[in-house]
Each structure stands twice: as structure tokens, then as C-alpha cells.
């Protein structure tokens, strides 16, 4: 196959939190580049997902749910979506049909977009088709999408037809990376995504959200690779929180995140986990910098 007819092309997915973004481009990926969980605001940074074939590379770029900033990580936050839409060639506007709460942020921002929008109804594995169609109506009125998908990330669900979509608005040019890539972060970038992925899974309330993870030291060994990481925290008594009585849940969280970065290289690892103190890294805008976001 010549490069003319090789097609190539960003696409960005937006859309509120917890609608399912992550697990889409993680199911059209076959892997596991961006940690989901149950909770919203999980996504913090532009994730990037590369999908390669034959014929074509389309380079996702999973994002942060669109909120309203309160604080400035949620501000960098923000900049990441609006990074990604402004690179996108497509854009993936995922739309969670369960939920109750209004859409208007995404809807707005969207508007503010000269690029072709695809409409994804996901989890349809959780509402009846009738209510799903029902509940999406009121967006389809308001806004004039490319076309409309309804699908299942976690089952598989018109994920096929969407992707045929997909390619179908790109244009002829090179592989923007080599074709065996999945991602372009950095391995530290994983592995601190993968514990802050276990804190979501293991604490609750404020403390996931008061949290970020520092991958202070990374070794890399022929049989076992050595990590030192840091979790920040916003305030002491979090810190006593994510410790436990004895040290149990600093210990149970190291474990959990060990395994699940050991799956993800599929090599041995040794962690070594501290948390810090940092007062209300989340407000200021150099920490948030300096910790990567
Ligand atoms: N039933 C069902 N649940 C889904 C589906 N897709 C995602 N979920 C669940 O929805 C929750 C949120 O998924 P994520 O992929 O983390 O959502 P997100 O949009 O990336 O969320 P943020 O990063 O917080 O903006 C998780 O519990 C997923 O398992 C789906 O097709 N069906
Ligand atoms: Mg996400």
C-alpha cells in the first residue's frame, strides 16, 4: 500500500465525567491506556491511544470530564480538553444516556467547534433502547451531529460500525507513529497513573480527589524494575487516611498497585510507596505545574 492511501487522523473524546470515556478508547485500543473507575473526574491528563491497521492511524485523545474549574487542577484540566479539540480531526462527543444530570457544559462547548462531531450514546448494555433514544432526542435537537452511535464500551457494542465512521472522515496521509505504538506517554507516566487509578478504586470521599501520584524514581532491571513514588496530599490528616491503623492501607494500596503495574508491563516490579504533605497542592497553580498537569 502506497502512504497516499494510508488515512491518519486525531480524535478527540469529550464529554462529562464518567460517561465512559476512558473504557471507550480502551475497547477500540484492546488495552488498557487509560485507568477507568466508578467515580468522575478520574481522567486528569490528555491521554493519548493509538489505533493502527493496514490502512489507517487514529490517534485518540481521551480527556478529562468537562466541568465547571473550581480549583486550579481542574482549570489545567480544562486546558487539556480544550488542547484536544483544538487538535482533533473528529471529534467523539460520548453521551451517557443513564445519566440524570444536565449536559449542557459539553453541549456548549461543542457548539463552539467548526469540526465534524459524532454523537456516542455509550452504556447502552444499561437502559432500555427505547429510553436510551428518548433520553438522547432533547441533544440531537439541539445540535446537528456528523451521525449518531449507540454503543457499549463495556461490551462491544457498535464499536465497529463507529470506528468505520471514524475513518470514513479522515484524510490520505502517513502513520503518525509506528504502527506497533499504543501510546507515546513515558512508562513513569502509566505507572503513576495505575496507583492513582488504586486510590480511586480504595479510598473514598475527598481523599481521591485530594490526591496525585509522583513517580519519584524509576529502575529499570533485567529481572525486576525498582519504583519509588510519592502520593501528595492536600492536607495531614489525609496523609493518616491513606497510612491506615499500623500502616495496613498504605500497604493493602501498595500490593493492589504493584499487581496491576505488573500486569500492565508485564514484568516483576518492587514499589516503594511514601505519601507527602503538600497544603492545597490542588490551589496552586505551580505545584500543579510542577506535578505534571
Ligand atoms: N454499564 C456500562 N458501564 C460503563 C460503560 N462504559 C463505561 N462504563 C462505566 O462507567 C464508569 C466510568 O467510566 P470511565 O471510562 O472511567 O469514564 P470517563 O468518561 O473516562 O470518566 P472521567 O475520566 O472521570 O471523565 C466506569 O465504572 C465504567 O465501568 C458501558 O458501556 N456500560
Ligand atoms: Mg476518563
Given at each position: 500500500m502506497t502512504d497516499s492511501q494510508h488515512k491518519t487522523g486525531y480524535a478527540a473524546i469529550i464529554g462529562k465525567p464518567n460517561a465512559g470515556k476512558s473504557t471507550l478508547m480502551n475497547r477500540i485500543l484492546g488495552a488498557k491506556i487509560s485507568i477507568t473507575t466508578h467515580k468522575a473526574q478520574t481522567t486528569r491528563h490528555q491521554v493519548v491511544g493509538i489505533f493502527s491497521d493496514e490502512e489507517t492511524q487514529i490517534v485518540f485523545l481521551d480527556t478529562p470530564g468537562v466541568i465547571t474549574p473550581k480549583y486550579e487542577l481542574q482549570n489545567a484540566?480544562?486546558?487539556t480538553v480544550e488542547r484536544a479539540r483544538s487538535d482533533a480531526d473528529v471529534i467523539l462527543f460520548i453521551f451517557d444516556p443513564t445519566d440524570t444530570y444536565p449536559t449542557d457544559e459539553v453541549i456548549e462547548l461543542l457548539q463552539s467547534i467548526n469540526k465534524p462531531v459524532i454523537l456516542v450514546v455509550n452504556k447502552v448494555d444499561a437502559i432500555d433502547p427505547v429510553a436510551a433514544k428518548q433520553k438522547t432526542a432533547p441533544i440531537q435537537e439541539r445540535m446537528r451531529f456528523r451521525s449518531a452511535h449507540?454503543?457499549?464500551?463495556?461490551?462491544?457494542?457498535g464499536i465497529e460500525e463507529l470506528m468505520a465512521d471514524i475513518r470514513s472522515?479522515?484524510?490520505p496521509g502517513?502513520?503518525?507513529?509506528?504502527?506497533?505504538d499504543l501510546s507515546?506517554?513515558?512508562?513513569?507516566?502509566?505507572?503513576?497513573e495505575l496507583i492513582r487509578e488504586q486510590i480511586y478504586l480504595q479510598f473514598h470521599e475527598e481523599i481521591p480527589y485530594s490526591c496525585t501520584v509522583d513517580v519519584i524514581s524509576y529502575e529499570e532491571n533485567e529481572e525486576m524494575d525498582r519504583i519509588n513514588a510519592e502520593i501528595i496530599v492536600n492536607r495531614k490528616s489525609q496523609k493518616g487516611?491513606?497510612?491506615g491503623k499500623g500502616g495496613s492501607a498504605i500497604k493493602d494500596l501498595g500490593i493492589k498497585s504493584?499487581?496491576?503495574i505488573e500486569l500492565f508491563l508485564d514484568k516483576k516490579v518492587f514499589l516503594e510507596l511514601h505519601v507527602k504533605v503538600r497544603e492545597k497542592w490542588r490551589e496552586k497553580e505551580n505545584w500543579v505545574r510542577n506535578l505534571g498537569y
Open positions: 484540566m480544562m486546558k449507540f454503543v457499549s464500551a463495556t461490551r462491544g457494542d472522515l479522515l484524510l502517513p502513520p503518525l507513529y509506528p504502527k506497533e507515546e506517554h513515558p512508562i513513569r507516566f502509566f505507572v503513576s487516611m491513606l497510612i504493584r499487581e496491576s
